[in-house]
Nanobody, 115 residues
Framework: VQLVESGGGLVQPGGSLRLSCAAS????????MSWYRQAPGKERELVAH????????NYADSVKGRFTISRINAKNTVYLQMNGLKPEDTAVYFC?????????WGQGTQVTVSS
């Protein structure tokens, strides 16, 4: 299982970014995918997840209405569209999959929201 995130960067408050996570090594279309984030000095927290076919999503209260998780199974990729970014969204963002009994993680991508 390999997960590779991309798309992070520095953005001003109110701006947007789209994160991508390219997956390989498992049957992507059969698994729920998740995005997490971890800010300095804080625990890793769930941001959003999406069901295997993409028909169901769930979001942390702190990002509802601003972030959208989606996936394209033909591309083995999950996305996180982030709009209306706030300084408190600054964190390393990880995608994750529970495969078998193990949670797999990517290396993460840094998102910094600052003026």
């Amino acid at each position: 299982v390999q997960l590779v995130e991309s798309g992070g960067g520095l953005v001003q408050p109110g701006g947007s970014l789209r994160l991508s996570c390219a997956a390989s090594g498992f049957t992507f279309s059969s698994y729920r995918m998740s995005w997490y984030r971890q800010a300095p000095g804080k625990e890793r927290e769930l941001v959003a997840h999406i069901t295997s076919a993409g028909g169901g999503t769930n979001y942390a209260d702190s990002v509802k209405g601003r972030f959208t998780i989606s996936r394209i199974n033909a591309k083995n990729t999950v996305y996180l569209q982030m709009n209306g970014l706030k300084p408190e969204d600054t964190a390393v963002y990880f995608c994750s999959v529970l495969y078998g009994w193990t949670n797999y993680w990517g290396q993460g991508t840094q998102v910094t929201v600052s003026s």
